[in-house]
């Protein structure tokens, strides 16, 4: 099975900055897509980026234009680079892996973005 370790969240001012980070961890798996959800209070969990094996990227609409994913296929990493944040992007953050088999989830960590 697959175990995902995030980091980078935290307590950020408006038009400021944050870099999560993933590592995916196990065997015996093969990983098509690896990307970021997040889920503020009382809200749905909603797709923030992604990024397949095949080279397919795709952002949330929201999120176009100040946040950057890239993925390291060979070290199972990827990466959420986040500018410009604004209190709406506060939600916890959950990293994502798709495998030719399943779904696999992270903790998830707190971005708060607050004056």
């Known amino acids: 099975q697959v175990q995902l370790v995030e980091s980078g969240g935290g307590l950020v001012q408006p038009g400021g900055s944050l870099r999560l980070s993933c590592v995916a961890s196990g065997s015996g798996f093969n990983i098509n897509a690896m990307g970021w959800y997040r889920q503020a209070p009382g809200k749905e969990r909603e797709l923030v980026a992604v990024?397949?094996?095949?080279?397919?990227?795709n952002y949330a609409d929201s999120v176009q234009g100040r946040f950057t994913i890239s993925r390291d296929s060979a070290k199972n990493t990827v990466v959420l680079q986040m500018n410009s944040l604004k209190p709406e992007d506060t939600a916890v953050y959950y990293c994502?892996?798709?495998?030719?088999?399943?779904?696999?989830w992270g903790q998830g960590t707190q971005v708060t973005v607050s004056s």
């Open positions: 994502h892996v798709r495998t030719i088999w399943s779904q696999y």
């Open positions: 990024s397949s094996r095949s080279g397919g990227i």
